[in-house]
């Protein structure tokens, strides 16, 4: 009898992980599609100042959320651009994120200054990464083997949590803290 409790609790176990992964890959395809020319987002030169879908949507309160059912879970393949694209002779800070980490681990940004800040992901990762910021209103998206780089402008002086938003990146280490000052 406990035997076959035990292959029944396996049994569903094995069902709901495969619900679960046919779901993330189905968002993975979205998301991919989306970034993809002609797709329905903007690909590569990220955003700032407010979150993605927001245009029209009543859906203020959610900032940094997707499109659809992938908004409901906090990310999408990218963003659309809030047209903070670089700024012409600002300083440059350049992120990488790359192998489920964020290089630096801490962020300097000047505070009520010019920033374009740069994210930069090497084409060995082989997947999407992003640079989400939510209390700045920041999310840059960079491809495999693409650079994007976003404008900022007169940031408010803090310590902010920074993070890879797709499915499992942050908590695989894909975290830093953007200090302002």
């Known amino acids: 009898m406990r035997a076959q409790r035990a292959q029944s609790i396996a049994g569903w176990t094995a069902v709901v992980a495969a619900a679960l992964l046919v779901t993330a890959m189905t968002a993975s395809l979205i998301s991919f599609i989306g970034g993809l020319p002609g797709g329905s987002t903007e690909q590569g030169n990220g955003m700032a100042g407010r979150g993605p879908g927001m245009r029209g949507s009543g859906m203020a309160g959610m900032m940094m959320m997707g499109r659809g059912m992938t908004g409901m879970m906090g990310w999408s393949a990218s963003a659309p651009s809030s047209g903070a694209g670089p ?8 992120v990488q994120a790359a192998n489920f980490s964020i290089t630096p681990g801490e962020i ?20 999407v990464h992003d640079l989400t910021v939510p209390r700045l209103g920041i999310r840059i998206v960079a491809s495999a083997g693409e650079t ?25 280490g894909m975290r830093a803290t953007v200090i302002v000052e």
């Open 108 to 127: 300097r940004l000047p505070k009520e200054a010019d920033v374009n800040l740069t994210l930069v992901n090497p084409v060995s990762t082989g997947m």
């Open 148 to 172: 994007s780089t976003v404008g900022l402008r007169a940031l408010p002086a803090g310590r902010y949590q920074a993070y890879c938003s797709f499915p499992g990146h942050a908590d695989a």
């Open 87 to 94: 700024i012409p002779g600002a300083l440059e800070v350049r």
